[in-house]
T-cell receptor, first 112, second 117 residues
């Protein structure tokens, strides 16, 4: 079946450091890939997405590129801020009417 | 993006009572809604998938008689936790996808935190 594996946290970085959170997937066909962010006590917010190979999703300085050859969708940001502290989930979907498959989440803490 | 709301955002109840959580798509028709459960510091676990007008499909290990799901309209799905017990305390999140599943995207509600005393 489909699955998502992302690096385990917690990840602690200083402000303005470079961030990478690795995510790899296993899926049949051509899934869409997502990164969601969850701030403390809140629900999930879509951060970015990519629907086909070589697509790059980007939002709020975060980027991720859909790499079919390595089945990866790593999240990157060049300079993190304290406000980026949250849990980040990588996910895939075979179609809009099938449930998302989530990774276990990576907790990011950014310190000033 | 599309907006999904959940009500209530927080609920505290006594053991043995039933609690209903509503999930509404505010500006689109949701043909499919999903209910997830999240324990502290863990990922989301799918509980069930509901299609408008049909019975929900439950994941293995989820008691359908305990977690009643109704999706009677294209904008509303409800999850009722019957005879709640402390182990049912969790964060419940719904998501919805619309007609044709555009861009394979689901839209998430803000979640409902249930505490059973």
């Amino acid at each position: 079946g489909n699955s998502v594996t992302q690096m385990e946290g917690p990840v602690t970085l200083s402000e303005e450091a470079f961030l990478t959170i690795n995510c790899t997937y296993t899926a049949t066909g051509y899934p869409s890939l997502f990164w969601y962010v969850q701030y403390p006590g809140e629900g999930l917010q879509l951060l970015l997405k990519a629907t086909k190979a070589d697509d790059k999703g980007s939002n709020k300085g975060f980027e991720a590129t859909y790499r079919k050859e390595t089945t990866s969708f790593h999240l990157e940001k060049g300079s993190v801020q304290v406000s980026d502290s949250a849990v980040y989930f990588c996910a895939l979907s075979a179609s809009g009417n099938t449930p998302l498959v989530f990774g276990k989440g990576t907790r990011l803490s950014v310190i000033a | 993006g599309a907006v999904v709301s959940q009500h209530p955002s927080r609920v505290i109840c006594k053991s043995g009572t039933s609690v209903k959580i509503e999930c509404r798509s505010l500006d689109f028709q949701a043909t499919t809604m999903f209910w997830y459960r999240q324990f502290p510091k863990q990922s989301l676990m799918l509980m069930a998938t509901s299609n408008e007008g049909s019975k929900a499909t439950y994941e293995q290990g989820v008691e359908k008689d305990k977690f009643l799901i109704n999706h009677a309209s294209l904008t509303l799905s409800t999850l009722t936790v019957t005879s709640a017990h402390p182990e049912d305390s969790s964060f419940y999140i719904c998501s919805a996808s619309g007609l044709a599943g555009v861009y394979n995207e689901q839209f998430f509600g803000p979640g409902t935190r249930l505490t059973v005393l």
